[in-house]
Structure formats: C-alpha cells, structure tokens
C-alpha cells in the first residue's frame, strides 16, 4: 500500500477553478490513481482516474471541467478543477492501487490506498 497526501483545496465561488495535487510515497508510475470525493450523507463516488497504461477516464460530472495528470518531474497526481458548481463540494480523496488492467472509473473497493483527503466547497 502507498501512503499518500493531497494538497491544494479551499473555497471557491461557483464558476471558479481550483487544483489539487497527491503525493504518493513511492513514484507515481508504480500505481493506478484516481480522484474521489464524499458529500455529507453521500456514497465516496469517483471523480476521475488515470489507469496503469495512462488512459484518463472521467466521471459524466466531471467531464469537460476537470482534468486528471501525474507529474513525473515533482512525483504529483494533479486534478485541475474549473467552473466549479456547488454540487462539486466535497472531501476530495487521492486514491492509488497496484498496476492491474482495466478501468479504474470504478467502486472505491478497487483502490487499497487512500489519503486523508481535502476539503473542497463552491458557494453559490
């Protein structure tokens, strides 16, 4: 497992941008990563996901306003948030599993390594 920390984060007025970024303890190329987020008294869903052979998949609310990276230089999974909505507010959590195939636009149960997670909160 891979011990991980997001950054980045805040309050944002709707139709802002914001950008978080995740430090895993080893290189970022030794994992699958994905972004998740968890509203109060709502199900952790995913956001967006890079799978092992770089494929970027994204979640239908997400699609055309956020984008998901790593950085090889500093060894960062990056989330570039734009046009915030205030639907968008959550605790946003870097998630990283084991190289395996597939998509990793999937259920929480296939990521084994989680951060603690970031606040994010869009105001209308």
């Known amino acids: 497992q891979a011990q991980l920390a997001e950054s980045g984060g805040g309050s944002v007025q709707a139709g802002g941008s914001l950008s978080l970024s995740c430090v895993p303890s080893?290189?970022?190329?030794?994992?699958?990563m994905a972004w998740f987020r968890q509203a109060p008294g709502k199900e952790r869903e995913v956001v967006a996901a890079?799978?092992?052979?770089?494929?970027?998949r994204y979640a239908d609310s997400a699609k055309g306003r956020f984008t998901i990276s790593k950085d090889f230089a500093k060894n960062t999974l990056d989330l570039q948030m734009t046009t915030l909505k205030p639907e968008d507010t959550a605790v946003y959590y870097c998630?990283?599993?084991?190289?395996?195939?597939?998509?990793?636009?999937?259920?929480?149960?296939?990521?084994?390594?989680w951060g603690r997670g970031t606040q994010v909160t869009v105001s209308s």
């Open positions: 998630a990283a599993r084991s190289p395996s195939p597939g998509s990793g636009l999937g259920p929480a149960t296939l990521y084994d390594s």
């Open positions: 890079i799978d092992c052979d770089g494929t970027k």
């Open positions: 080893r290189s970022v190329s030794n994992y699958c």
